[in-house]
């Protein structure tokens, strides 16, 4: 039951991984960001998030009633870190915003620090995630997962240079893609 839900969660990602990245090349057109919230890309990568994310928990909860958590402390305290900071982080640029409207850059806050504080924070849940349940059904979506989040920027970026021109360029010229320049 759980490698079925690991391959799932695997699946998801690994689909979103390969529109991203290869859609441009197959006439598919831009994956990530979405044009508009209609599109099928929109409504695709929600699905296979979906896919990649549930599967996940369900997993882990089967594995942590069976086995228990490895170093709850310190991976507890990073979930919650993360995650938390990732929702507070997604709500200061906009929900909107975080799936792929344009309605304004922002760069205060937060996000006058790094250009991506939400897939930072998310990874620091990720890691605590990973620290909870080390095992390998959970340690490679998770390793997919986290992937997706490097390299999302790098799709991200032409996209908002497209939108918002001078104000971005400036903006990613002072500030660092992740956490350090």
Excluded: D
């Excluded at 799932?8 to 006439?27: K, N, T």
């Excluded at 990568?45 to 997993?59: E, N």
């Excluded at 897939?119 to 849940?125: D, E, H, K, R």
């Excluded at 059904?137 to 991200?156: H, K, N, Q, R, S």
């Amino acid at each position: 039951m759980i490698w079925g839900l690991s391959a799932l969660s695997c699946l998801g990602f690994l689909i979103i991984l390969g529109l991203s990245f290869f859609g441009p090349y197959v006439g598919l057109g831009r994956y990530w960001p979405p044009e508009k919230t209609a599109s099928w890309q929109h409504q695709s990568f929600r699905a296979l998030f979906r896919l990649g994310l549930y599967p996940l928990l369900a997993a882990s909860a089967i594995l942590a009633r069976e086995v228990g958590f490895a170093w709850p402390w310190i991976g507890f305290a990073l979930v919650i870190l993360g995650f938390g900071c990732a929702l507070l982080f997604t709500g200061k640029l906009g929900w909107k915003q975080a799936f792929g409207a344009a309605e304004g850059l922002v760069s205060s806050a937060v996000y006058a620090y790094s250009r991506n504080p939400v897939y930072v924070a998310t990874l620091f849940g990720m890691l605590g995630w990973a620290v909870l349940l080390p095992t390998v059904a959970i340690l490679v979506p998770l390793l997919l997962w986290a992937v997706l989040y490097v390299l999302a920027p790098f799709l991200e970026e032409p996209w908002l240079e497209a939108q918002f021109g001078e104000e971005y360029i400036a903006y990613k010229a002072k500030t660092p893609r992740f956490i350090w320049k």
